[in-house]
């Protein structure tokens, strides 16, 4: 028997995809025939609220997100499930303030709710430490590293006492607390006495919390790569996990001889258990590692090692990542027929796949480097089948553009005009979604890395159209502003 979906889950679902518009619209319907139904106030309209503040918080539009909180949190209570829920929309509203910065407000939130999650469910109820442990994570945040360890060590008895799953979150808090206060104390605790489960949820949130712009993270992370493999073993996945995050965070610090070392280790584990296509990402990965670590030919011979690990697999999508990044390896190495061979082989497999945006991403690999070769009807007509496959705000379509129009122009390069590319996906982003008769004129430049609009009306708009226009113009900017700081393709 199959059921229907949550509006909330189908919006989750969305914005996995990157559809950050189409998810809100999910949830917006939803809160507006929640509201018709049982009005403004209720418990299922302040339940609603609380979903489209999750859909925003996980969309970066911070400010909306807390209001939504604000409103479900001031929902009036109905019994003991009600007040339950509202404590929920308090916490979610102090954890939201924290991530738009605003710490004294989000503080504020935050031990109110502790207080009031007290006197609910008293000190010994799990729900009580549901409260501790955010704002043990916001004190240490604001450095106050001595509080932060009363509350989280309350937090973690809590749970443990209770045989609560959420003891994992909270003994990874704890490390972060332990290593913060520099007292030379060990940081993981008691794994031999947890499931696994609980071990690798721990490992996962301590990978989840790492600054990658804090060389003292390495420390922490390597501390619980030790423990984990102590209690799990070194093939274990949560190891291999482990030592992927590592990996990410050495390339964050500048330490390359340090990923690439934590990749091999990685790779040699799945080699080992016969893994082929982890094997193949992970090669990726590697040859990557190595040719920013300066070793362009060991790079190359990784990617041929990946090709045929791929070729045993035999799934045209991978085929295809492995032959594009292979190609653009080539081709910065300086081997320009191989590296044609190569791009026109990622587009062929492409093809004989079901993805679309694998077929757009090796196309406009090949056109960019048709069009730098000076082959410009090549690239155009490569260029413009690939294109439409990808999303508006994918990196690879923004590059993309931006060299179709340098090919347009009949040059053979567009890599200066990536500003003007993103503004303009923009304004076509916003253009597309809004009533045809709404908008006289819409511009949009981009400022010191920051989006400028213009807007003239043609009329004026209802309150729903209003509304659509704000949300429109915030899904925008939530789109786009990773655009801004995404790294693009070489050359």
Not at 334 to 339: D, F, M, N, R, S
Not at 357 to 374: D, I, N
Not at 383 to 400: K, N, R, Y
Request: with cysteine; hydrophobic share 40%; proline share 4%.
């Amino acid at each position: 028997m199959t059921t229907t979906p949550m509006p909330v889950d189908v919006a989750f679902a969305l914005l996995r995809e990157g559809r950050l518009v189409d998810a809100e619209n999910v949830v917006v319907r939803e809160l507006r025939a929640v509201t018709d139904k049982h009005g403004a106030g209720s418990p299922e309209w302040a339940s609603a609220q609380c979903d489209l503040g999750n859909v925003l918080l996980n969309a970066d539009q911070l400010d909306r997100a807390i209001e939504c909180f604000r409103q479900a949190a001031g929902a009036p209570t109905r019994d003991y499930e009600t007040q339950k829920d509202q404590l929920t929309y308090r916490m979610n509203l102090g954890m939201a303030l924290r991530m738009a910065g605003r710490l004294d407000e989000a503080e504020a939130a935050l031990r109110e709710g502790a207080r009031e999650r007290l006197a609910f469910y008293g000190r010994e109820h799990a729900g009580y430490a549901f409260g501790l442990e955010p704002l043990a994570d916001l004190l240490l945040e604001r450095g106050d590293v001595a509080q932060a360890r009363q509350v989280v060590e309350e937090a973690v008895a809590n749970f443990w006492r209770n045989g609560h799953a959420r003891v994992a979150t909270a003994l990874a808090l704890r490390a972060a607390v332990v290593h913060a206060g520099r007292t030379g104390e060990p940081l993981f605790v008691g794994l031999d006495q947890l499931p696994d489960t609980v071990v690798e949820e721990l490992a996962g949130s301590v990978a989840a919390r790492l600054d990658h712009g804090d060389p003292a993270s390495k420390e922490l992370l390597g501390a619980l790569i030790d423990a984990v493999q102590t209690r799990l073993g070194p093939d274990h996945q949560t190891t291999l996990n482990t030592l992927s995050a590592l990996a990410n965070l050495s390339s964050d610090l500048g330490d390359q001889s340090g990923r690439v070392e934590a990749i091999e280790r990685v790779l040699d584990t799945y080699d080992r258990q016969g893994r082929l296509e982890e094997a193949v990402m992970a090669s990726l990965g590697l040859a990557m590692a190595q040719s920013e670590a300066g070793d362009g030919e060991a790079a190359l011979r990784t990617y041929a090692a990946a090709h045929l690990r791929a070729e045993r697999v035999g799934r045209p999508e991978l085929l295809s990542q492995v032959l594009r990044n292979w190609g653009l390896a080539l081709n910065e190495s300086g081997h320009t027929g191989p590296a044609e061979q190569r791009l026109t082989e990622a587009v062929a497999q492409a093809r004989r796949g079901a993805d679309h945006e694998t077929v757009g991403r090796a196309s406009v690999a090949l056109g960019l480097f048709l069009q730098h070769e000076g082959r410009l009807p090549e690239a155009r007509r490569v260029l413009e089948e690939g294109l439409p496959l990808l999303g508006p705000a994918h990196p690879d379509a923004l590059v993309g553009r931006s060299h179709l129009g340098a090919v347009l122009e009949g040059r053979t390069c567009g890599c200066g005009d990536m500003e003007e590319t993103i503004a303009a996906a923009f304004h076509d982003f916003v253009i597309t979604r809004l009533p045809g008769d709404l908008l006289e004129r819409l511009g949009v430049t981009i400022e010191d890395g920051e989006f400028k609009l213009s807007v003239e009306l043609r009329r004026e708009p209802t309150p729903a159209e209003l509304e659509r226009l704000n949300g429109v113009f915030q899904s925008a900017h939530a789109e786009f502003r990773r655009s801004l700081q995404t790294p693009r393709y070489a050359g």
